[in-house]
């Protein structure tokens, strides 16, 4: 009973951290789209603070260069479980048209951490990326702590 | 004591490190992390035959990605001797002030952010999906549009597009005002905003500030006035300010949107009949080209070979406004919440920032890589 009461709350309280390890922020500015009142992301009870270490989905767009090699895993380490990893548009899935002779970068996102969802397009529209959050995003954070029970 | 903000912080859309010298909260001094998304465009592009490297254009940055794929046709233009025709260049202004449109009010709703207004930041982004839905009906596309090509534009406007490209100006126009005024008389947003993060004009043209930036602190400099497409067909005198504080530069923003939406109608009203692409020849040789991004001048050096590009630079002007907030505005900037809304107001855009650095250890002097430096 107290945890069937749990999943509900917990199912709408999501928090997001956003990460952009090298992409043209094409994503992101769609993101920032997400928050506005026409999307209103906040309805369905995700709260974009970009704060790793109380994050329950992180978002990864861009293509990993060589700065954030290490630093995507120190990140991803410092999220506390459980934790999903949404990858949104091509570049964290196959490094877009930068990975060509020349181009600094180390995609995919999959070798570095684990991937739950991935949304291609260039950028992807706002609600396709909030159907993928939505979709992976509740039941992971209605899960936390059932470990120790 | 030395604070870091970034690379990933509430308020920066995109990764940077600002390392900050204070004491007790007053700032002495900032030093800027780059490289965080440098991804080697301009090396991919060397090689490449301009159908491939107009898409590395467009993918530079996603907020002014417009400006860049016209700036990328222009220069090759230049290098064939050939011109788009008149009704291309027209359809190029329009789909360029709409960019500019969403870009300023992106902009400013990130400053609301980091002075956390949240009203004015949702009023920006809702006038803002507007602009997006113009662009989408005109271009198809929301963000990288893949609009335009050498030697023209890839599809024709019909009347109805045109049409309903008014009638969105027309929704942005009814509130903008409103919105603008809320701003402009609001006294605790007053507070916030004006006299922080002051730089004057000799500062301004020893930094290099570009754009509504430059502007925003007396600089009478808008290429749109030399372009041919604006010299000749358009009315239009660039919005400047004396100020030179957080709230000159928001409010210069705020202008350049009414000015946007009127060169959008004289455009439409204006537009030619005719043909929209040309074929292009592509010529060998060199070529610069600029043009007025929404965040100030960006400049293509090119070098062709045939149909193959030799070299190419790109200075875009992020670059130019970043390194001007640091050295100069968040120059004795009295808190740090200061510090974040000062350089949110700069309007960083750090996916076009990041270029190669070539370091002269001797002197200790470093200095952004030219065409002329690596070959």
Same mark, same amino acid.
């Given at each position: 009973m107290l945890n069937a009461l749990k999943d509900i709350v917990r199912k709408s309280s999501i928090h997001v951290c956003l990460i952009n390890c090298g992409g043209c922020n094409g994503c992101d500015v769609e993101i920032v789209a997400l928050l506005s009142p026409r999307y209103d992301l906040e309805q369905y009870g995700i709260y974009v603070h970009n704060n790793p270490r109380e994050a329950d989905v992180i978002l990864v767009t861009g293509a990993v260069t060589d700065h954030w090699k290490e630093n995507l895993k120190r990140i991803y380490t410092k999220v506390p479980e459980p934790k999903v990893v949404v990858c949104i548009g091509n570049c964290p899935l196959s490094g877009d048209v930068f990975n060509q002779e020349g181009g600094k970068i180390n995609a995919p996102v999959a070798d570095f951490i684990p991937v739950a969802a991935e949304i291609p397009g260039c950028p992807p529209r706002p609600n396709e990326i909030l159907e993928a959050i939505l979709a992976v995003g509740p039941d992971a954070v209605a899960s936390r702590g059932r470990e120790k029970e | 004591m030395i604070l870091p903000l970034g690379p990933i912080h509430p308020s920066f859309k995109e990764p940077l490190r600002l390392k900050i010298k204070t004491r007790g909260e007053r700032v002495l001094d900032t030093e800027i992390d780059y490289?965080? &998304?440098?991804?080697g465009i301009e090396k991919i592009m060397e090689g490449k035959t301009w159908q491939k490297s107009i898409y590395l254009a467009e993918r530079i940055c996603g907020i002014c990605s417009y400006e860049h794929t016209q700036t990328f046709a222009e220069v090759i233009e230049k290098i064939s001797d050939v011109r788009a025709p008149l009704r291309a260049q027209f359809l190029r202004v329009i789909t360029n002030e709409l960019d500019r449109i969403q870009s300023h009010y992106l902009a400013n709703s990130t400053f609301f952010k980091a002075i956390e207004h949240e009203t004015l930041f949702m009023y920006m982004l809702s006038l803002r999906e507007h602009a997006m839905d113009a662009i989408e009906f005109l271009t198809?596309?929301?963000?990288?549009?893949?609009?335009?090509? &050498?030697?023209?534009?890839r599809m024709d406007a019909k009347p109805a597009h045109l049409n309903k490209i008014l009638e969105k100006l027309e929704l942005i126009e009814k509130d903008h005002q409103r919105y603008a005024e809320i701003f402009e008389n609001g006294p605790l947003v007053g507070l916030r905003t /004006?006299?922080?993060?002051r730089m004057t004009k000799e500062e301004a043209i020893k930094g290099r500030a570009v754009g509504p930036i430059g502007r925003a602190s007396g600089l009478k400099h808008d290429l749109r006035e030399l372009h041919h497409t604006y010299k000749d067909n358009l009315e239009f005198k660039p919005i400047w300010r004396k100020e030179g504080d957080n709230f000159a530069r928001i409010m210069n923003r705020f202008n350049e949107i009414p000015q946007s939406i009127d060169l959008i109608r004289q455009a439409i009203e204006n537009?030619? /009949?005719?043909?929209?692409r040309i074929p292009v020849t592509i010529g060998s040789g060199f070529a610069e080209w600029r043009n007025e991004a929404p965040r100030g001048e960006v400049r293509y050096m090119a070098e062709t070979n045939g149909n193959l590009i030799k070299n190419i630079s790109i200075r875009t002007p992020s670059i130019m406004n970043i390194d001007s907030c640091a050295k100069y505005m968040l120059k004795d900037v009295a808190t740090v919440s200061d510090v974040v809304a000062t350089y949110a107001s700069s309007d960083p855009c750090i996916a076009c920032a990041e270029r190669v650095v070539i370091l002269d250890v001797d002197n200790g002097k470093s200095k952004i890589a030219d065409i002329f430096d690596i070959k």
């Amino acid at each position: 009973m107290l945890n069937a009461l749990k999943d509900i709350v917990r199912k709408s309280s999501i928090h997001v951290c956003l990460i952009n390890c090298g992409g043209c922020n094409g994503c992101d500015v769609e993101i920032v789209a997400l928050l506005s009142p026409r999307y209103d992301l906040e309805q369905y009870g995700i709260y974009v603070h970009n704060n790793p270490r109380e994050a329950d989905v992180i978002l990864v767009t861009g293509a990993v260069t060589d700065h954030w090699k290490e630093n995507l895993k120190r990140i991803y380490t410092k999220v506390p479980e459980p934790k999903v990893v949404v990858c949104i548009g091509n570049c964290p899935l196959s490094g877009d048209v930068f990975n060509q002779e020349g181009g600094k970068i180390n995609a995919p996102v999959a070798d570095f951490i684990p991937v739950a969802a991935e949304i291609p397009g260039c950028p992807p529209r706002p609600n396709e990326i909030l159907e993928a959050i939505l979709a992976v995003g509740p039941d992971a954070v209605a899960s936390r702590g059932r470990e120790k029970e | 004591m030395i604070l870091p903000l970034g690379p990933i912080h509430p308020s920066f859309k995109e990764p940077l490190r600002l390392k900050i010298k204070t004491r007790g909260e007053r700032v002495l001094d900032t030093e800027i992390d780059y490289g965080y &998304v440098h991804r080697g465009i301009e090396k991919i592009m060397e090689g490449k035959t301009w159908q491939k490297s107009i898409y590395l254009a467009e993918r530079i940055c996603g907020i002014c990605s417009y400006e860049h794929t016209q700036t990328f046709a222009e220069v090759i233009e230049k290098i064939s001797d050939v011109r788009a025709p008149l009704r291309a260049q027209f359809l190029r202004v329009i789909t360029n002030e709409l960019d500019r449109i969403q870009s300023h009010y992106l902009a400013n709703s990130t400053f609301f952010k980091a002075i956390e207004h949240e009203t004015l930041f949702m009023y920006m982004l809702s006038l803002r999906e507007h602009a997006m839905d113009a662009i989408e009906f005109l271009t198809g596309n929301r963000v990288n549009m893949g609009w335009n090509v &050498v030697g023209g534009v890839r599809m024709d406007a019909k009347p109805a597009h045109l049409n309903k490209i008014l009638e969105k100006l027309e929704l942005i126009e009814k509130d903008h005002q409103r919105y603008a005024e809320i701003f402009e008389n609001g006294p605790l947003v007053g507070l916030r905003t /004006k006299d922080v993060g002051r730089m004057t004009k000799e500062e301004a043209i020893k930094g290099r500030a570009v754009g509504p930036i430059g502007r925003a602190s007396g600089l009478k400099h808008d290429l749109r006035e030399l372009h041919h497409t604006y010299k000749d067909n358009l009315e239009f005198k660039p919005i400047w300010r004396k100020e030179g504080d957080n709230f000159a530069r928001i409010m210069n923003r705020f202008n350049e949107i009414p000015q946007s939406i009127d060169l959008i109608r004289q455009a439409i009203e204006n537009l030619p /009949k005719g043909d929209i692409r040309i074929p292009v020849t592509i010529g060998s040789g060199f070529a610069e080209w600029r043009n007025e991004a929404p965040r100030g001048e960006v400049r293509y050096m090119a070098e062709t070979n045939g149909n193959l590009i030799k070299n190419i630079s790109i200075r875009t002007p992020s670059i130019m406004n970043i390194d001007s907030c640091a050295k100069y505005m968040l120059k004795d900037v009295a808190t740090v919440s200061d510090v974040v809304a000062t350089y949110a107001s700069s309007d960083p855009c750090i996916a076009c920032a990041e270029r190669v650095v070539i370091l002269d250890v001797d002197n200790g002097k470093s200095k952004i890589a030219d065409i002329f430096d690596i070959k």
